[in-house]
């Protein structure tokens, strides 16, 4: 049984423009063109004669007929005298043949449909493809941190930003240089470039910050007024952490200490001490279970700058679609 198409799919995805170079002709024949690739329109369809179809979609009969025409001479339809016109059984898309300009027409009907359904002009559909195309094609994601601890804190943040799983990586000598798309932190600038030589124009470099979330844990292990001890191997990166947390809390600068160790093998100060403590990632991954179980004691968090961020997402997007003049 022939079907009757109803004009209402075609007027869905038709938005008459003149101001383009298309007329509106060959604009309703791309989207007839569209339906009937899409099987929305199946092959022996009737479609509506020429009075009530340009009054559906809002144009002159004889625009519609010079529509009908064009896709006659495509092989998209049968015009049949005194019956009308309707979808050809073996259409060039139903039957899978070449069409000529076809790939054309269907990127001028997406760029329309994307300007006048969402408002997106051509560089914000280029743009939302390609961030979907990551999803097609995965890309190594590693970052790189000089303890397991810290790696890890940091690949995770890594993969919210950009929607994919990261890889911590340790940085060691001798070890090899990650493939891929790789982050890491200023503060390791120097270590890479003596363990993996002519790899830094190759990695992404971010800021870290003490994470707003350390305000709760200072509060959760030491009253105000109490002594905080801050951990750390380097007393001059200790006290600037000491600087920063008293800021993040709303402490006063002293009521943080540093405590300078040697490394987890220095015992003396994690088995004796007892006073509330705030470990650095790089030291808080090798302690013994026993100790970060302690309730005074707490790992110090950072996150990865906000700016920076914004500016690592526009990274991988180039980096996965290969547009290095589109992201700046």
């Not at 003149?18 to 604009?27: D, G, H, N, P």
């Not at 300009?101 to 990127?107: A, D, P, Q, R, V």
């Not at 470099?205 to 380097?234: K, L």
């Amino acid at each position: 049984m022939q079907r009757k198409i109803d004009f209402h799919l075609i007027g869905e995805l038709l938005a008459p423009d003149r101001s383009r170079k298309q007329s509106l002709s060959e604009q309703i024949a791309v989207v007839i063109r569209y339906l009937i690739a899409t099987n929305a329109i199946k092959p022996g369809d009737a479609l509506p004669a020429l009075r009530e179809g340009a009054a559906s979609l809002g144009v002159n009969p004889h625009t519609l007929r010079q529509a009908y025409r064009l896709l006659d001479d495509d092989g998209y339809v049968e015009i049949v005298p005194s019956v009308g016109v309707r979808t050809a059984r073996f259409s060039p898309a139903a039957a899978g043949a070449p069409q000529p300009g076809s790939i054309s027409e269907f990127l001028d009907h997406i760029e329309w449909e994307a300007k006048n359904r969402y408002g997106l002009d051509p560089c914000d559909l280029a743009t939302l493809l390609c961030a979907r195309a990551k999803s097609a094609k995965k890309h190594d994601i590693n970052f790189i941190e000089c303890s397991q601890g810290q790696a890890e804190m940091h690949a995770e943040q890594v993969a919210k930003i950009i929607g994919q799983d990261c890889r911590p990586v340790v940085i060691r000598e001798g070890s090899p240089a990650p493939s891929g798309f790789s982050v890491t932190t200023l503060f390791h600038l120097d270590d890479i470039e003596r363990i993996w030589p002519g790899r830094r124009a190759d990695l992404h470099f971010v800021h870290i910050n003490i994470a707003s979330a350390m305000a709760q844990r200072v509060a959760s292990i030491a009253p105000p007024g109490a002594i905080v001890a801050i951990v750390e191997t380097d007393l001059m990166l200790g006290k600037h952490i000491a600087r920063d947390l008293a800021t993040i809390a709303d402490r006063d600068p002293s009521d943080f200490t540093v405590r300078q160790v040697s490394g987890v093998g220095d015992c003396t100060f994690f088995q004796k001490e007892r006073m509330p403590s705030l470990i650095t990632p790089r030291l808080w991954n090798r302690l013994p279970e026993q100790i970060k179980a302690r309730r005074n004691t707490e790992q110090i968090l950072y996150d990865i700058d906000r700016n920076d961020a914004r500016v690592l997402a526009a990274k991988y997007l180039r980096f996965t679609s290969g547009l290095q003049q589109q992201v700046h």
